[in-house]
């Protein structure tokens, strides 16, 4: 660990002629073993006042390799406190490293020096093994709770069918949902590595010190959604271990595996996800719309509790959406539909339109037949559904509206491609 600091801290203020940091037109950069907060302050007001898109690629650099040199200097002054200083797991020092570099990747993504980055969470999780007696790691039950929100009846059900890639590819002509079984009962996030023992994850995540974004809420179209911050042991112990209060939290839509590499070893990207699908159909709305072309599947993790919705929206891209825990349900309306799905239009300057107005957890849970009876054309849009169970995948082809709800405690992964 010492030999691997002091390395960074000779390579930090020495980058490349053609590093975009050496566009921040810094007097010197010694500042950042000097004073590297205040080069984080000057690249955050930065980063904070133009679009993220629109800012210069030197405010994201300056920002990583000031955190990084932060949490080195933080790391040495450790090393060097003495053997008196206790060395657990949980002191001031190690949360402010660990926050420090998360920080770090969640605001920037550490362009230039995600190796950097991951080696010094590789060493820490090795010096924190090695350090921390076992005796007073934290206890956890292994398993989250088990009771969840109702399960509906499926009336118009997806098939269900273990498939090899070439018939994947002939299903693709069809262009309709199907739920594919047996495809990734090989992932260790099943079996020896498991995504449902809480006491793995927490060790994969520095016992918990690792930080994640998290929605606060039960869906982005409700009134009082937000978003935070916090770490991964907070986020679990609040809204996934603790059944007695109804609060939401929803790790959602994240690359946690480009932050964390850790759990991205605990999975592989499904074979499906290296055909070459159809565009959309004529006639539909993403027909006409330009879409990037992906050269790798794009993955976001999807963890909270029973409860939590993705709301009816559609995807410019072929998703495959991989149950490794619990149950979710997913009632899907193909592209033809939409029309008669109320779409939303650009609301406070953001386009909406890939998302619907219509509230369908009211209908769907029977708790509102028609909500202030303005939705009667989706009142009779067909649909199909289905529950998604543990070690399943449904493809979602392009452009087809779906809506999700957690049945109980669910960890998914989506894998976008085109």
């Known amino acids: 660990m010492e030999a691997l600091c002091a390395t960074h801290l000779r390579t930090l203020p020495h980058p490349l002629p053609t590093d975009p940091l050496t566009r921040c037109n810094l007097s010197s950069l010694n500042d950042l073993l000097t004073d590297p907060d205040h080069l984080i302050h000057l690249a955050n007001t930065k980063l904070h006042?133009?679009?993220?898109?629109?800012?210069?690629?030197?405010?994201?650099?300056?920002?990583?390799?000031?955190?990084?040199?932060k949490a080195v200097l933080a790391i040495q002054a450790h090393l060097r406190g003495g053997e008196e200083e206790a060395r657990e797991p949980g002191t001031a020092w190690l949360d402010g490293v660990v926050r420090t570099l998360d920080m770090a990747l969640i605001m920037t993504g550490a362009p230039l020096r995600e190796g950097m980055v991951e080696g010094l969470f590789s060493q820490l999780e090795d010096f924190v093994r090695d350090e921390a007696p076992r005796a007073k790691r934290r206890k956890l039950e292994n398993v989250f709770p088990v009771t969840g929100?109702?399960?509906?009846?499926?009336?118009?059900?997806?098939?269900?069918?273990?498939?090899?890639?070439?018939?994947?590819?002939?299903?693709?002509?069809?262009?309709?949902?199907?739920?594919?079984?047996?495809?990734?009962e090989h992932w260790p996030a099943r079996h020896e590595r498991p995504w449902g023992d809480a006491s793995y994850l927490l060790d994969r995540t520095l016992g918990g010190r690792r930080l994640v974004p998290v929605e606060l809420g039960r869906s982005y179209t409700d009134d009082g959604w937000g978003q935070t911050i916090i770490t991964f042991r907070e986020f679990m112990?609040?809204?996934?271990?603790?059944?007695?209060?109804?609060?939401?939290?929803?790790?959602?839509?994240?690359?946690?595996?480009?932050?964390?590499?850790?759990?991205?070893?605990?999975?592989s990207v499904p074979d499906f996800c290296y055909t070459d699908p159809p565009p959309p159909?004529?006639?539909?709305?993403?027909?006409?719309?330009?879409?990037?072309?992906?050269?790798?599947?794009?993955?976001?993790?999807?963890?909270?509790?029973?409860?939590?919705?993705?709301?009816?929206?559609?995807?410019?891209?072929?998703?495959?959406?991989?149950?490794?825990?619990?149950?979710?349900?997913?009632r899907l309306y193909s592209p033809s539909q939409t029309k008669n799905l109320c779409p939303r239009a650009v609301e406070d300057g953001i386009d909406m339109s890939n998302t619907s107005r219509v509230p369908v957890e009211l209908v769907e849970m029977q708790l509102e037949d028609d909500p202030?009876?303005?939705?009667?054309?989706?009142r009779d849009a067909p649909y199909v559904e289905t529950i998604l169970r543990e070690g399943e995948c449904l493809y979602i082809p392009v452009g087809w509206w779906h809506y999700v709800r957690s049945l109980t405690v669910s960890f998914s992964v989506s894998f976008w491609w085109n």
């Open 372 to 378: 202030e009876g303005e939705f009667g054309l989706f």
């Open 49 to 69: 006042v133009f679009p993220f898109s629109a800012v210069d690629t030197c405010w994201r650099r300056l920002y990583t390799d000031a955190s990084i040199a």
């Open 149 to 184: 929100a109702r399960c509906p009846e499926i009336a118009f059900a997806i098939g269900r069918e273990e498939m090899s890639l070439s018939s994947f590819e002939r299903h693709l002509e069809k262009a309709l949902p199907v739920v594919i079984t047996g495809a990734i």
């Open 237 to 267: 112990d609040t809204y996934l271990l603790d059944s007695s209060h109804d609060k939401i939290g929803y790790l959602a839509q994240h690359d946690l595996f480009a932050q964390i590499p850790a759990l991205r070893h605990d999975i």
């Open 281 to 330: 159909r004529a006639g539909t709305p993403l027909a006409t719309k330009s879409t990037p072309r992906l050269e790798e599947p794009l993955l976001n993790a999807w963890f909270g509790p029973a409860g939590t919705i993705s709301p009816l929206h559609t995807d410019p891209y072929h998703n495959i959406l991989c149950q490794v825990v619990g149950q979710k349900y997913i």
